[in-house]
């Protein structure tokens, strides 16, 4: 139980993820959503290596972990600009208090 | 217990206790910083799993790139008057007992299903085999992917500079 195999990893990962979607849900700042989601898209990476490394895959996990970070950096300089942009037209980036759209 | 179960121990509890930490920590600064040990923690893992060239990058492109960025982030969307730069929160009990549930399950999934396993051996390095594949089984993808991180830096630079009429 306590030899490390396929399953502690696993482990690791789903703990990743569940403490990424609570920050996604309980934060207001903009910016502590997006560190969220970057705990997610790191604990979907930790799956595909564990699972290549553990399924005799090859390498095909770790190429897609390496395109999963590419993604990542192309998402988090986008949201970023969003992010200024907010506050540019809101003067704060509390994504509960930007609701122009609801009414 | 072996050697590398203790080391794969160290690093699951670094990255799991910092990641608390960076969902629970006020001061969105130290949250940032956090994130850095995560990150770490993260690559270390990967080293674990075999996944060198991975670990090299998760440590360049995070580290050196997305976490300072989202530093920039921060500093650019409050006003620095004061040392203290909180983050409200908003339903707590509902998201730690919604999250809390969630884990639950799929940690128990993740823990007791049996996996089929075999190992398969280490090479000496990945980067050969990753090159390799990258640009053969793969090559339509990465393109794509230059393209696209091409389009996002592009589109970063015109959203974030756009001034008022």
Do not use: C
């Given at each position: 139980?306590?030899?490390?195999?396929?399953?502690?990893?696993?482990?690791?990962?789903?703990?990743?993820?569940?403490?990424?979607?609570?920050?996604?849900?309980?934060?207001?700042?903009?910016?502590?959503?997006?560190?969220?989601i970057?705990l997610?898209?790191?604990?979907?990476?930790?799956n595909?290596?564990?699972?290549?490394?553990?399924?005799?895959?090859?390498l095909?996990?770790?190429?897609?972990a390496?395109?999963?970070?590419?993604?990542?950096?192309?998402?988090?300089?986008i949201?970023?600009?969003?992010?200024?942009?907010?506050?540019?037209?809101?003067?704060?980036?509390?994504?509960?208090e930007?609701?122009?759209?609801k009414? | 217990m072996?050697?590398?179960?203790?080391?794969?121990?160290?690093?699951?509890?670094?990255?799991?206790?910092?990641?608390?930490?960076v969902?629970?920590?006020k001061?969105?600064?130290?949250?940032?910083?956090?994130?850095?040990f995560?990150?770490?923690?993260?690559?270390?893992?990967?080293?674990?799993?075999?996944?060198?060239?991975?670990a090299?990058a998760q440590i360049?492109v995070?580290?050196?790139?997305?976490?300072?960025?989202?530093?920039?982030?921060?500093?650019?969307?409050?006003?620095?008057?004061?040392?203290?730069i909180?983050?409200?929160?908003?339903?707590?009990?509902?998201?730690?007992?919604?999250?809390?549930?969630?884990?639950?399950?799929?940690?128990?999934?993740?823990?007791?299903?049996?996996?089929?396993?075999e190992?398969?051996?280490?090479?000496?390095?990945?980067?050969?085999e990753l090159g390799?594949?990258l640009?053969?089984?793969?090559?339509?993808?990465?393109?794509?992917?230059?393209?696209l991180?091409?389009?996002?830096?592009?589109?970063?630079?015109?959203?974030?500079?756009?001034?008022?009429?």
């Open positions: 139980m306590l030899t490390v195999g396929l399953n502690h990893f696993l482990v690791v990962s789903a703990v990743l993820f569940s403490l990424g979607l609570f920050g996604i849900v309980t934060r207001k700042n903009a910016v502590m959503v997006l560190m969220g970057e997610v898209l790191n604990s979907a990476n930790i595909f290596i564990a699972f290549s490394r553990f399924g005799n895959f090859g095909s996990g770790q190429v897609m390496l395109f999963v970070i590419i993604l990542a950096a192309a998402e988090a300089a949201a970023l600009a969003i992010v200024l942009n907010i506050y540019k037209t809101f003067a704060n980036v509390n994504v509960d930007i609701d122009h759209l009414e | 072996n050697f590398y179960d203790i080391i794969f121990y160290i690093f699951a509890a670094i990255t799991i206790l910092s990641a608390l930490f969902v629970t920590t001061n969105i600064i130290y949250s940032a910083f956090y994130l850095l995560t990150f770490f923690g993260v690559a270390g893992i990967y080293v674990l799993l075999g996944a060198d060239f991975i090299i360049m995070y580290v050196g790139g997305i976490l300072i960025l989202l530093l920039f982030g921060v500093m650019l969307t409050n006003k620095v008057t004061g040392v203290e909180k983050s409200g929160t908003v339903q707590i009990m509902p998201a730690v007992i919604g999250t809390g549930i969630f884990m639950g399950a799929v940690v128990a999934a993740m823990f007791f299903t049996n996996w089929r396993s190992p398969a051996s280490l090479p000496a390095g990945t980067a050969n390799h594949l640009l053969n089984d793969y090559v339509l993808i990465f393109e794509l992917l230059g393209i991180l091409l389009i996002a830096l592009i589109g970063a630079a015109s959203i974030a500079r756009r001034e008022k009429e």
